[in-house]
Structure formats: C-alpha cells, structure tokens
C-alpha cells in the first residue's frame, strides 16, 4: 500500500524558540534552551542537528512513502526556504506548508512573499504553550481579531489551514473558539494537528473535543500519537484505540496518517510509526487505506 505522511519536518539547523527561549543544537542531536534545559531533540543518526530532503528521501524510501507533507513550527523554527526548494527539487514527493508569526512587523509582506510569490498553497499555525506562538507571546483567542486575520487571508488565497492547538488541557487547547471559527470558514480546509494531543489518561476528553469540530472541511493528523500516549510500546494499543474512536466520530475519511518525524524517531522506528496503523487489528482494510494513503491524496495532492 502506498502511504502518505502528512506531518513531517525538514531541518536545516535547529534554530527555535519556545518556552525555553531560544534553542539551540549543542552536538550529537542534543538541545539546549536559553533557560539551560538540556534534551535530546533528534535521534542519534541526525547527530549533526540537521535533516535534510534527502536524509527524508531516503527514510521514505525504506518505508513505502511516497509522499509527504513539510510542516513548519516554532520547535525547530521555521524551515520555510529549505522546504520549499526540497519541493522544487523533488515537487512529485513532497508538498512543503509555510508558517511565519502573526506579530511581525512585515507579516503582510512575508505572506505575500510566501504564498503570492514563491505559491506556497498550505499554512501553518502551531500556537501552543510549550514550543508555539503562545510559548512567546501571551495567551490569544483563537477566534479574537488577530487570528481572524489570518483565517480571512487564507481563505482568499485558497490555503490549506493547519493548526497544532498544542496539547490537550493547556491554554491553547481552544477547542470551542476553533469550532467556531471553523463554522464561519466553510469552504477552507482546515487540519487539526495530533488528534488533539491527548494523553493515556484523556480519551474522554479527546472524543468530546473532537465531536465539536465534526465539519466537512476538517480533518485530524495523528502525528505524535504513540509519543502523547507513552509510556507505551508498540504495537501502540492505546493509540490504536484513540484512532478507531475517533474515526467513529469524526469519520475515517477525515482522518489523516503524520509521523512527526524525525523528532520521533527518538523513541520508535518509522516502521513502527507506520505499524500501529498499517497492522492494527481494530481497522479495517479500507480504513487503513483511506488513513494511510487516500485523504491525504484527496486533500494535498489531488
């Protein structure tokens, strides 16, 4: 079966910002923020604190991708250029998104140099409280007037609206303000990132969330799911759980496969990332399908 992945990172250089203020690689795969917390951000086979087109080719490759959505973020900052020339170089396997801060002084002229001159035809908004735009700026309604300005420029540009409301529980996880902007955006697309983010112990919680984004145009990407639900190991049975659910509610045509890798990659193989879908005994032959492969074929590719 052909797959597509739907949440992956190129990284030039690590150059982020967070919670933590800046970040920054400090060798061998490890990071460090401003305020001295030290992790590992990538796998021990990205040591060099760079991923590039090709390093992702090749893990597609050896994994039966055979396309994948570039997705931008705070975490790593912005890889807008180096995703955008990965698909002018290799335009039949990836398709990149842009994200830029709404506070900029120059945001009109950054979004037309993205999506006016350069096409760049998805958006991306990470707006959480650990590593998006509300770890840096304060707390802001996901409906308020601000936002609002994007929504409307995206939707006359015919943009591809993703949107990573950070984890479940924290102030960003405006589940009802995005509900209501997505009432007022119709006939925009619109990707929830992670399946809402939810942990072990917040399935409920996750299935209420999702029962009030159930729109025509809104569709979930399970990026992350096995690390959000960890400690667990594959073949990730919480997580399979999560994603039968929440096709129950929301339809398993809107339900989109994501890795997040390469970060991820730091606890599980690509396989197994793929795995917990491709071998779940809960889903069916044609869920998977329409998972793996067909709505995101539908949504960015068709």
């Not at 250089?13 to 061998?28: D, K, P, Q, V």
């Not at 801060?101 to 035809?121: A, N, Q």
Request: aromatic content about 10%.
């Amino acid at each position: 079966m052909d797959i597509i992945d739907t949440h992956v990172h190129i990284i030039e250089t690590i150059a982020g910002t967070g919670a933590g203020g800046e970040l920054r690689h400090i060798g061998n795969g490890m990071a460090s923020y401003a305020s001295g917390e030290t992790f590992r951000a990538l796998p021990e086979q990205y040591g060099k604190g760079s991923v590039t087109a090709e390093d992702i080719l090749a893990l597609m490759d050896e994994n039966h991708v055979k396309r994948a959505v570039l997705l931008q973020g705070n975490y790593f900052g912005f890889q807008n250029l180096a995703s955008w020339e990965a698909q002018q170089r290799y335009p039949d396997r990836f398709l990149t998104a842009a994200s830029y801060d709404p506070y900029s002084r120059f945001r009109d002229k950054i979004r037309t140099h993205l999506f006016e001159e350069l096409g760049i035809r998805v958006v991306k908004f990470e707006v959480s409280t650990g590593s998006g735009l509300m770890s840096n700026h304060k707390t802001f309604p996901l409906d308020g007037e601000m936002m609002e300005e994007e929504y409307r420029y995206a939707q006359e540009h015919q943009l591809i609206f993703v949107i990573d409301i950070g984890k479940l529980g924290s102030e960003s996880w405006q589940v009802d303000a995005l509900s209501r902007v997505i009432a007022r955006y119709p006939g925009m697309p619109f990707v929830v990132c992670h399946l809402l983010a939810p942990s072990r112990t917040t399935q409920k919680e996750m299935e209420a969330g999702l029962a009030k984004l159930v729109y025509d145009n809104v569709y979930f990407d399970l990026a992350a799911l096995p690390h959000n639900i960890r400690p667990e190991e594959f073949p990730y049975e919480t997580a399979q759980r999560y994603v039968k659910s929440a096709g129950e509610i929301v339809g398993f045509d809107k339900i989109l496969f994501g890795s997040d890798v390469p970060s991820t990659l730091k606890e599980d193989s690509y396989q197994h990332l793929i795995g917990f879908i491709s071998e779940s005994n809960l889903l069916g032959t044609e869920e998977k399908r329409l998972i793996l492969h067909d709505n995101a074929m539908r949504l960015f590719f068709s």
